[in-house]
Nanobody, 130 residues
Framework: DVQLQASGGGLVQAGGSLRLSCAASGFTFDDYAIGWFRQAPGKEREGVSCISSSDGFTLYADSVKGRFAISRDNAKNTVYLQMNSLKPEDTAVYYC???????????????????????WGQGTQVTVSS
């Protein structure tokens, strides 16, 4: 079975940091880019960041550029999202998803990531207090 398990969420004060992990299994990890998404209460899901499998190409939503950093360890089938300088507006449930590598590239946007995602994982709650 395909599994994408997000972990690492929690409660942090504004300005703090968290590191999320997404552990994948049940599919060929190298064939997929991995993205992070978030959904805040009453809002639609939005793409946050994504990383290629082959060349390390990365994408960030404008709202997190310069604060978040995505990385992946193909040997461990795991993708990480380092979140620094957290703001209350970053509060959301964070999900990871797998996008076919062939569909991900420079033309991909944070808005289009979700349409390309074929496998979704369960989320982890991130709460940033002011």
């Amino acid at each position: 079975d395909v599994q994408l398990q997000a972990s690492g969420g929690g409660l942090v004060q504004a300005g703090g940091s968290l590191r999320l992990s997404c552990a994948a299994s049940g599919f060929t990890f190298d064939d997929y880019a991995i993205g992070w998404f978030r959904q805040a209460p009453g809002k639609e899901r939005e793409g946050v960041s994504c990383i290629s499998s082959s060349d390390g190409f990365t994408l960030y939503a404008d709202s997190v550029k310069g604060r978040f950093a995505i990385s992946r360890d193909n040997a461990k089938n795991t993708v990480y999202l380092q979140m620094n300088s957290l703001k209350p507006e970053d509060t959301a449930v964070y999900y990871c998803g797998a996008l076919p590598e062939l569909l991900f590239g420079p033309l991909t946007t944070a808005q289009s990531m979700g349409e390309m995602t074929s496998h979704w994982g369960q989320g982890t709650q991130v709460t940033v207090s002011s």
